[in-house]
């Protein structure tokens, strides 16, 4: 099955500059990839999903991209707010076929005012 | 906005007593999932469920879990017998149908085994 690999190290970052998270994945090529949200003792929240076949997706201040060959997504927040300051989950269909998702262990994100 | 809710938000349990943890999903969605995550740790599926089964599962949901819809609203998870180590966040979530599996997670109910 699908193995997710996300820095579990902390980001820091100051208010109003990019921050930019790393999604790496083994085994097969899935045909989507998402990014959740999770705050403290929450439920995670979808932020956004791309497609195999989609390079780059944007939603407000939120961009991701989607390297197939690289089996690589990037998630980058653009002008930075203190309450972006949350863990960021990669996650993707656990297998070829299958609809359950398996999640990466995430990458907490800290932004500095 | 549509919503999961979850209930227990939090249950303290002796160990090896009967759990139920409830769930309603979004009303229009066919999809319902559970998973866990124990403090500090990554989230981690347990059962899906559709057309009133189970669809998938992971080697974590042995013979100690079950699953129900009871009937047209609420979607169950059982834990016969707790262990210290069931100990964990547990997390209900819906999905639609078509296209892409977008997870709507509830709030998740805080299960303590003592």
């Known amino acids: 099955s699908q193995k997710i690999e996300q820095n579990s190290e902390a980001l820091n970052i100051q208010e109003g500059k990019t921050a930019t998270l790393t999604c790496n994945y083994t085994?097969?090529?899935?045909?989507?990839l998402q990014w959740y949200r999770q705050d403290p003792g929450r439920g995670p929240v979808f932020l956004l999903l791309i497609r195999e076949n989609e390079k780059e997706k944007r939603k407000e201040r939120l961009k991701v991209t989607f390297d197939t060959t690289l089996k690589q997504s990037l998630f980058h927040i653009t002008a930075s707010q203190p309450a972006d300051s949350a863990t960021y989950l990669c996650?993707?269909?656990?297998?070829?076929?299958?609809?359950?998702?398996?999640f990466g262990s995430g990458t907490r994100l800290q932004v500095q005012p | 906005e549509p919503e999961v809710t979850q209930t227990p938000s939090h249950q303290v349990t002796q160990m090896g007593q009967e759990v139920i943890l409830r769930c309603v999903p979004i009303?229009?969605?066919?999809?319902f999932y559970w998973y866990r995550q124990i403090l500090g740790q990554k989230v981690e599926f347990l059962v899906s469920?559709?057309?009133?089964?189970?669809?998938?599962k992971s080697e974590i949901f042995d013979d100690q879990f079950s699953v129900e819809r009871p009937d047209g609203s609420n979607f169950t998870l059982k834990i016969r017998s707790t262990k210290l180590e069931d100990s964990a966040m547990y997390f209900c979530?819906?999905?639609?149908?078509?296209?892409?599996?977008?997870?709507?997670f509830g709030a998740g109910s805080r299960l303590t085994v003592l």
């Open positions: 996650a993707l269909p656990m297998d070829t076929g299958r609809r359950a998702l398996t």
């Open positions: 979530a819906s999905s639609g149908v078509a296209g892409a599996n977008v997870l709507t």
């Open positions: 085994n097969y090529s899935p045909a989507y």
């Open positions: 469920f559709y057309n009133n089964e189970i669809s998938e």
């Open positions: 009303s229009n969605h066919l999809y």
